[in-house]
């Protein structure tokens, strides 16, 4: 039996990365899965790898309606929606002062505004059927100041902000909403240290080496199933210990 039979999950940001581990396991534990990315070649790819539970949607997540045709799909082609992952988003590195406006505002409307409009358009559909999972993508970047992370720190901590209001504001619809945070994760778009820095990179860490993806996807699944039943509104570390100092 899969910790994940007959419900259905939305995964943003599922062409790559870890969207696309997580869209594995989740079928893999008997889910059905609406796969969404900008990219919708290599999507379309890896729904039809993963077979008659997994269905592609091009969407982009800062756009409302493109909000409303992953939501219909999901409705109509499979019978509802059980757990929202909000995965998608985007990511550099610049130093606080050589940050720009439109740079600023873009970070925040993929990554902030992008998660919001999952939450806003998937939350009442999970009420009409008792509730559901809500797990939103943050960081370590979101839980102290890391340098150069001005905009994706800054919209990163915003995603925590914005799953605790949810989390009070829907609990009593059934709908529980949390957040992971990731450290180092190895072999995604976002993060590849190069092989001489890890050493150093890694030193301090208690578990010296970057997380693999199947271990963020383990306890997504966690999140995402009758397991965590009474877990609601918190950040779920998963780091190596890197930020225990
Ligand atoms: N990789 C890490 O080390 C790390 C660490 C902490 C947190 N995270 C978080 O984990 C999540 C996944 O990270 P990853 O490294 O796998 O990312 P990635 O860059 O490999 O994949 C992100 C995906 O999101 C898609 N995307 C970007 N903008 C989009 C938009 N507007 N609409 C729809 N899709 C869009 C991209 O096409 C891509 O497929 C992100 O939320 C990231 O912030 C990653």
Known sequence: MGQLDGKT??????????????????????????????????????????????????????????????????????????????????????????????????????????TWQGVRKVAPKMAERGGGSIVNLSSIAGTRGI????????????VRGLSKVAAG??????????????GAVEGTGMFLVPEEERAEMFATQPLPRPARRQEISGLLIFLLSDQSSYVTGHEHVIDGGRTVW
């Open 147 to 158: 340098p150069e992370h001005a905009a994706y720190g800054a919209s990163k901590w915003a």
């Open 169 to 182: 504001e829907l609990g009593p619809m059934g709908v529980r909403v949390n957040t992971i945070h990731p």
């Open 9 to 114: 999950i939305i995964i943003t940001g599922a062409a790559q990365g870890m969207g696309a581990v997580h869209a594995r396991r989740c079928v893999e534990e008997g889910a059905r899965v609406v796969l969404t990315d900008l990219q919708a070649e290599a999507g379309t790819k890896l729904a039809a790898e993963l077979g008659g539970n997994a269905r592609f949607v091009e969407q982009d997540v800062t756009s409302e309606s493109d909000w409303d045709a992953v939501v219909d799909e999901a409705t109509t082609h499979f019978d509802g929606i059980d757990g929202l992952v909000n995965n998608a988003a985007i990511w550099w590195t610049k130093p606080v002062l050589e940050e720009d406006a439109a740079n600023m505002l873009k970070m925040l409307e993929v990554n902030v505004i992008g």
